[in-house]
């Protein structure tokens, strides 16, 4: 079946390299890094990418839509707005079909996750993140990260997050979380909270491989004075935004984004 | 003396961490850390903070001139205005105070050495760099930095370079470098070919002490992968940093300012 995880922030973030990583194959080559600033897009650009893959056992069709563009000029005014247009469209495309064939023939395009690259500057949210979140959190499910997130100290992680939260609430902005269920198992129950808490995730991204200090061949990054492993949950929060996109949440975010999400826009569009 | 050294970067890049750390002293507290971004100024501010230091045996009065607000609002366009007002209007300070009394009892309220910070995106330029530095090179001695450079690799910092002085070429940016001279020893040329050739700095910032794997106590930033030490030349080019700023190349600056700077913009003006 389909996942469609459309990816959102300032260039260099991370953003094709944390692709690369989640779906561990290089859907993003290294080079878009050598494109000048004076050849960059003056709009935001909607481009997507389709792999067939297979996760757990499951087989998906996997597309990104990345926008590029967004947050990188001078006057980011409205960037927000064909990214807006194109969750809605899909969100029109699926209407029509529904309108016209039994629903389980449709092919679903719409939005299941958008994953939004917060700066890692150390302070809290700036205007451009509230503003963009704002538009979107209401029609798909929104998953902040903190990029780059290997450029802060544990300590500065903790606080980060708690100014980030801070924010986000007094915004009122609504974030994905997953459901937690009277019947679900204890174990569950601890891990669903315990990866709540985590939010929002603290990731690095990398597809080298590289050798620790004590041998290990591991996924990470190598600086003169260590080396950070992407998949070490004492390093960093990947693991657990991989469980979030595509192991124990993902048909939580496709339901979401069918039966609540893709229903409230259809009554607001019929409202008018 | 004077020395007036202004500092423009979004917010986030370490700037004022980098201040306190250059001068060894906390001239900025982390209280900013919390302004939430709808507090922040919606439009740049010149803020100066003066010490008296000593530097090397000299005493300097210290003058630290900061634009907060710069680059962080979500339209940019014209944020180095009041920038470049600041910098005119320190000229014509002493345009005024020259045509009045002896040259030698004027106070030297002029910018001598503009850091501007880069964020390490790994790609290049961003439009706004490219503006901002294009305002201010013929006024002002420029010191483009990398901001952040634990965020990369020792590879990365190599090909970000590059591209950034490809960039600075392409868009005919000048960039304070220190001038060699003819009758200067072997030791003095290599020591500054080598201190240009590491141009745009690399810098990390902190004015915490943490301990290294093998025992030692060092200004740096402590990672569960590793410590990174600012005063250590393997691990970033803040030495180099304090050098041309404080160190060898202070006198050059002011004189260049004074002889060059200066009297390009007086010429200008009473061309006008
Ligand atoms: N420190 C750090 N650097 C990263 C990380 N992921 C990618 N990078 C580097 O950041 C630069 C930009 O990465 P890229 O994936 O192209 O960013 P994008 O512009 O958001 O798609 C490259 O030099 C990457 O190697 C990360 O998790 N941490
Ligand atoms: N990775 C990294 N973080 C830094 C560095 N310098 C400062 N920081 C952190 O970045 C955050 C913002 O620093 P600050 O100096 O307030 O930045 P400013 O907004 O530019 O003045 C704080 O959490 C600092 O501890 C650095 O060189 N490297």
Redesign the interface.
């Known amino acids: 079946f389909n996942l469609n995880v459309m990816v959102v922030g ?4 991370g953003k094709s390299t944390l692709m690369n990583t989640l779906f561990n194959r290089n859907l993003y080559s290294a080079s ?7 050849e ?1 897009p003056s709009a935001v650009e909607i481009e997507s990418l389709s792999a067939d893959i297979e996760e757990n056992g499951v087989r998906l069709h996997l597309t990104i839509i990345d926008t590029p563009g967004f947050g ?6 409205d ?1 927000w707005t064909s990214i807006v247009s194109d969750i809605n469209n899909r969100f029109d495309t699926y209407l029509e079909a529904e309108s016209k064939v039994t629903r389980n023939t449709i092919a679903d395009t719409r939005v299941h996750a958008l994953i939004y690259f917060i ?13 963009f979140m704002k538009q979107v959190h209401g029609k798909v499910n929104l998953v902040p990260v903190i990029a ?1 997130s ?2 802060m ?2 300590e500065e992680i903790v ?1 980060f997050k708690q ?1 980030i939260n ?2 986000i609430i ?1 915004h009122n902005i609504n974030i994905f979380k997953p459901a937690q269920f009277e019947n679900d198992d204890d174990d569950t129950i601890l891990s669903t909270q315990d990866l709540i808490a985590k939010i929002p995730f603290a990731v690095v991204g990398s597809t080298t491989a590289v050798t620790t200090a004590d041998d290990r061949q591991v996924r990470g ?9 992407v998949d070490n949950e ?2 960093c929060d990947f693991v657990r935004l991989r469980d979030l996109l595509v192991r124990n949440f993902l048909e939580e975010l496709r339901e979401r984004t069918g039966n609540v999400l893709y229903e409230n826009y259809r009554t607001e569009k019929l409202k008018k």
Request: avoid cysteine.
């Open positions: 300032e260039s260099g973030l878009s890094a050598a494109i000048p600033a004076t960059k990188d000029a001078i006057n980011n005014t960037s700066e890692p500057t150390g302070h809290s949210l700036k205007p451009l993140d509230i503003t780059k290997d450029t100290t544990e606080e100014r801070d924010d007094t990054r190598s600086y003169p004075w260590g080396v950070i492993e004492e390093h």
